[in-house]
Antibody, heavy 121, light 108 residues
């Protein structure tokens, strides 16, 4: 059974940093591209960032480019999102998401339960 | 960026009836269109990809159609567990991959 478990969310002041983690199990992690997608509570979904199986392709939404960094550790079956210079508009649930294949296809076939990031002074 | 527009915002349907949800893209996305279901307090679940292919474990009462800019998701006979939010998503031209704003399917 595929499982994606996020951690690292919490309350942070504007301008500060936070690092999200995602522990993956139930599939061969290093065979698949992975993403982060976020959702403001009660609102729609926004794709944030994606990384291909071999780290050869890494992409970001314009809203986070230059502030967020996605990374993966295949030895630990883990995905990360380093979030710097956080803003109020970054406040959301952040989901760790598995892609359908090794490249950034964009078909999000499994989702974690999400971790909430709150940005407030 | 491709804008995805879903209609209606809310759909009121009685159990056992058919529900048809629409999704329109601001430019052609070919058949690179997915549908997701989300229940309160839960993560989204992939229902349909490639506009019409059901994901693993998705019941046959869910079907998708369309290509280019116009897409529909049909739930042939609504069950109690189908009342939820539904989002469409294009993955043809990205980054960014973009989602519609969602349709809430509620009990009539």
């Amino acid at each position: 059974e595929v499982q994606l478990v996020e951690s690292g969310g919490g309350l942070v002041q504007p301008g500060r940093s936070l690092r999200l983690s995602c522990a993956a199990s139930g599939f061969t992690f290093d065979d698949y591209a992975m993403h982060w997608v976020r959702q403001v509570p009660g609102k729609g979904l926004e794709w944030v960032s994606g990384i291909s199986w071999n780290r050869g392709t890494i992409v970001y939404a314009d809203s986070v480019k230059g502030r967020f960094t996605i990374a993966r550790d295949d030895a630990k079956n883990s995905l990360f999102l380093q979030m710097n210079s956080l803003r109020a508009e970054d406040m959301a649930f952040y989901y760790c998401v598995k892609d359908f294949g090794p490249m950034l296809r964009g078909i999000f076939d499994y989702w974690g339960q999400g971790t909430l990031v709150t940005v407030s002074s | 960026e491709i804008v995805m527009t879903q209609s209606p915002a809310t759909l009121s349907v009685s159990p056992g009836e058919r529900a048809t949800l629409s999704c329109r893209a601001s430019q052609s996305v070919s058949s690179d269109l997915a549908w997701y279901q989300q229940k309160p307090g839960q993560a989204p679940r992939l229902l349909i990809f490639g506009a019409s292919t059901r994901a693993t474990g998705i019941p046959a009462r869910f079907s998708g159609r369309g290509s280019g800019t116009e897409f529909t998701l049909t739930i042939s006979s609504l069950q109690s567990e189908d009342f939820a939010f539904y989002f469409c998503q294009q993955y043809n031209k990205w980054p960014p991959s973009t989602f519609g704003q969602g349709t809430k399917v509620e009990i009539k």
